[in-house]
């Protein structure tokens, strides 16, 4: 089997390459936002279909060198070749093409391509295993960096910042989330971008705030919850020290809107969250909604909860309150 480092380096030629196309489109402006299909796990928007000729002849060619299985949010589960044993695919390789379609595609903030490897285990391949992750940011058009975090087995994880007028790397940096004792005054991200459950996703929130700092001060704000619509920018901001704080309880909300005669609408799924590597090798804690090391199976369909701390003493100063909300909300 290939080495981590070449794994390494055909993702960032994959995504580099990716980037690329995403770029051009967006010089072009209107109608990304279009909606042009339905894939296997998320609807596809017309930004997000510019790689996928690309990415099928780029996975076609390694799987010559490498059998492969690839998990797809478009195409699902795909062979590279075809019709071999499935012991006999090396590697197991989870992409998400771009996350935050709906950020980009309106040039308001940068998507991310991510990308995890992991030695194949057959279907009970998990998020634990991948031992190589990258993911590159599509940058809007009024910016000129993109910058492409790397984390690959037995290295300190990384982040170059990549200037795409002159094509070249002007630093590396190491990653390093926030050293903050507590969220007071800092970013957090409670997640709750689409209609459905935000009322109850709100009383998390003001509960959460409440437990912690008192009630709200007249003129004063003790914490600011960002809404950046996509899982793998508050992966980024959280092992980049601009978030302190991370809950995604979509999931949760299930069983309140059934009751309700409603349907529980778009959640995290694993190919959202699959470069959890790089954050968690920076340092920060990622879990499920039970605390534990959040570890769901390599798939398109799993509907996932997870929280994420940025260091020990934000996870002890919050996550007693959040498993105390979460067994009101199961209530």
Known sequence: ????????????????????????????????????????????????????????????????????????????????????????????????????????????????????????????????????????????????????????????????????????????????????KSIKYGKVSIVSFFPGAKKEIGEIEDKLFFKLFGPVQRGKAFAYNDQWVASAAQQYALATGKYRFVFDPRPLTEKILNKRGEELGLCCKPYDICTKKIATDAGCIITDEHGNDLNPKLDIETNVTWAGYANNDIRKEVEPILMELIEEMKD
């Open 1 to 180: 089997m290939e080495s981590f480092s070449d794994i390494t380096h055909r993702l960032k030629d994959l995504q580099s390459q990716m980037r690329n196309n995403y770029t051009k489109a967006l010089k072009t402006g209107y109608g990304l936002w279009k909606v042009a299909g339905v894939g296997s796990g998320d609807v596809v928007f017309k930004i997000d279909k510019y790689s996928s000729d690309l990415i099928v002849d780029y996975f076609s060619r390694w799987g010559e060198e490498t059998p492969l299985i690839l998990i797809d949010e478009e195409f699902g589960t795909l062979q590279f070749p075809k019709n071999l044993d499935q012991n006999d695919y090396k590697i197991r390789v989870i992409l998400d093409r771009l996350d935050g379609s709906r950020e980009i595609a309106f040039d308001l903030r940068a998507a991310w391509i991510l990308t995890g490897v992991a030695i194949n285990k057959g279907e009970k391949t998990s998020l634990n295993d991948i031992s190589v992750a990258v993911q590159t940011s599509i940058p809007t058009t009024r910016e000129h960096i993109s910058e492409i975090l790397i984390s690959e087995e037995d290295k300190k994880p990384v982040l170059e910042r990549f200037n795409i007028f002159n094509n070249e790397i002007e630093e590396t940096l190491p990653i390093t989330p926030s050293k903050a």
